[in-house]
């Protein structure tokens, strides 16, 4: 009986220095893995918004070319904290939580947020030859468009900014031709 006191005295005593570090190396571990999984997370939303952005630029493209007078707009809704992007056919789409989006004016503005005071970013293609048309300011009843103006010329856009805490994708775009790419920063 004497024996199995002693044993429970010890047994009392607290963890031991191994048992602590095998803990403290489990904590790491998850903490790791949360965020990673939270880095990961965050780029998945900027790679998708700006996919869901050229998948709509394709399609205005496509139609400005074949009917005239199409448009897609990038738009902050404020009261849901969310952006949007819409085309002239009436389709729109919500962008990923938590993503923002600038973009700059090419040889101007640069890094203009779309929020609430810049709640949109809209423009076309040209059905002449497929480039960017200028940044629209809004759409007469008959479909033509009021254009942006930048000093003596018109507003065109140059890079669009999707961004998601430090994850980030610019969709460079060449004005001259209407053809973009995706760039990874």
Same mark, same amino acid.
């Given at each position: 009986?004497?024996?199995?006191?002693?044993?429970?005295?010890?047994?009392?005593?607290?963890?031991? /220095?191994?048992?602590?570090?095998?803990?403290? +190396?489990?904590?790491? +571990?998850? %903490?790791?893995?949360?965020?990673?999984?939270?880095?990961?997370?965050?780029?998945?939303?900027?790679?998708?918004?700006?996919? /869901?952005?050229?998948?709509?630029?394709?399609?205005? /493209?496509?139609?400005?070319?074949?009917?005239?007078? %199409?448009?897609?707009?990038?738009?902050?809704?404020?009261?849901?904290?969310? @952006?949007?992007?819409?085309?002239?056919?009436?389709?729109?789409?919500?962008?990923?939580?938590?993503?923002?989006?600038?973009?700059?004016?090419?040889?101007?503005?640069?890094?203009?947020?779309?929020?609430?005071?810049?709640?949109? /970013?809209?423009?076309? @293609?040209?059905?002449?030859? !497929?480039?960017?048309? $200028?940044? +629209?300011?809004? &759409?007469? $009843?008959?479909?033509?468009?009021?254009?942006?103006?930048?000093?003596?010329?018109? %507003? @065109? $856009?140059?890079?669009?900014?999707?961004?998601?805490?430090?994850?980030?994708?610019?969709?460079?775009?060449?004005?001259?031709? !209407?053809?973009?790419?995706? &760039?990874?920063?």
């Amino acid at each position: 009986m004497g024996s199995n006191c002693k044993r429970r005295q010890l047994n009392n005593q607290g963890f031991s /220095l191994v048992e602590l570090i095998v803990i403290m +190396i489990i904590i790491v +571990i998850l %903490a790791t893995t949360v965020i990673v999984s939270f880095v990961n997370t965050a780029d998945q939303k900027v790679k998708s918004s700006a996919t /869901l952005i050229t998948k709509y630029m394709d399609n205005v /493209l496509s139609s400005a070319m074949s009917k005239g007078n %199409a448009w897609f707009k990038i738009r902050y809704d404020d009261d849901k904290d969310n @952006y949007y992007v819409e085309d002239s056919e009436g389709h729109s789409e919500k962008l990923s939580s938590n993503v923002t989006v600038s973009y700059d004016v090419e040889n101007g503005d640069k890094g203009v947020k779309i929020d609430d005071t810049n709640s949109q /970013l809209m423009f076309s @293609y040209s059905r002449v030859n !497929g480039s960017f048309t $200028p940044i +629209i300011d809004s &759409v007469n $009843p008959d479909g033509t468009f009021i254009y942006k103006t930048k000093g003596e010329g018109y %507003a @065109y $856009p140059d890079k669009i900014y999707v961004t998601c805490n430090d994850s980030r994708r610019t969709i460079q775009l060449y004005v001259k031709t !209407g053809v973009y790419e995706i &760039v990874e920063n």
